[in-house]
């Protein structure tokens, strides 16, 4: 039986440990995938610090996954060997409970959990994925680079495009790091009046150079005024994960507008009458299915849409793991994987 490497979480809170292990058969509904980059990502400490309930161990990280269909298992149409894939946080979904059939799969009640959580990710040489997780990546992505449009790229093109703003509304990313960086690309891509908010004026010029229009140090000037001076965001894009900070920038809303919740972060409070008042709303949204990181890959491809990357050898997960976790990378962190 030919044997694959993996990374895995050995117990929660223990280093990464290089194992050989037999390679998986595919099961119903499944493909095995020879993964060739995995991203690096903050919820991997989810699986490392066992943050989710029901983790088993030891288990596989990585939600970031691109690599080729090297087996299909049985009841697999429509894909096939050779074919370059995309694998998410999504885990995939049953297709046929009431949430499924309401095109909300991300909410299925048959299949739960997340890549590299509820079941081993890309971490690996090999992965088995459920065929409803994968994603097509167009043939000009380049297959390193672009691992990171599997979560903090759909993460961010999936939230602003479901905020409700049109081409032309101010649209604020708030946070300049992993999710931001992209954030402000896809914001300007999708034509909106993009202005990056963040701490300090280091990172305004790159935050320039990405498309944003307008700029606020919001270590400067308080961002829910500077945004109210500037008419009102119709939707703000919180990637931060910081309460105060969330907390700071909800009064630059404008009339109508929702501030979309996707740095994972603790608990904010919210004046009823700040929102009641403009019909304003603060929502959480779910990354994305497998056709909404299709939809990412193929618009990134489309405006030449990418995450500034450092990547590391996949023997180097931990010091790659480390350097995440640090908040020093800049912007993400891939794991090459050959
Ligand atoms: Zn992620
Ligand atoms: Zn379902």
Known sequence: MSKMRAMIVPEP?????????????PGHREVLIRVHACGVCHSDSVTVQNLFPGITYPRIPGHE???TIEALGDAVEGWSIGTRVGVGWF???CGYCAHCRRSEAYACENVHGATGVSRDGGYATHMLADVSSLAHVPASLDTIESAPLMCAGVTTFNAIRNSGAKAGDLVAVHGIGGLGHLGIQFAARLGFR???VNRGRDKEALARELGAHDYIDSAAEDPAAALQAMGGAKAIIATV?????????????????TMMLIGATGPISVSPIELLTKNAGVRGWYSGVSADSEDTLAFSELHAIGSMNEIFAFEQAQAAYDHMMSGRARFRVVLKID
Not at 246 to 254: E, K, R
């Open 13 to 25: 809170g223990k280093p990464f440990q290089l194992v050989e292990r037999d390679v998986p058969q």
């Open 65 to 67: 996954v691109i690599g």
């Open 91 to 93: 885990p995939g979904s």
């Open 194 to 196: 993009t202005v990056a």
């Open 241 to 257: 994960t910081n309460s105060d900070a969330m907390q700071a920038i909800v009064g630059g809303l404008g009339a109508g507008g």
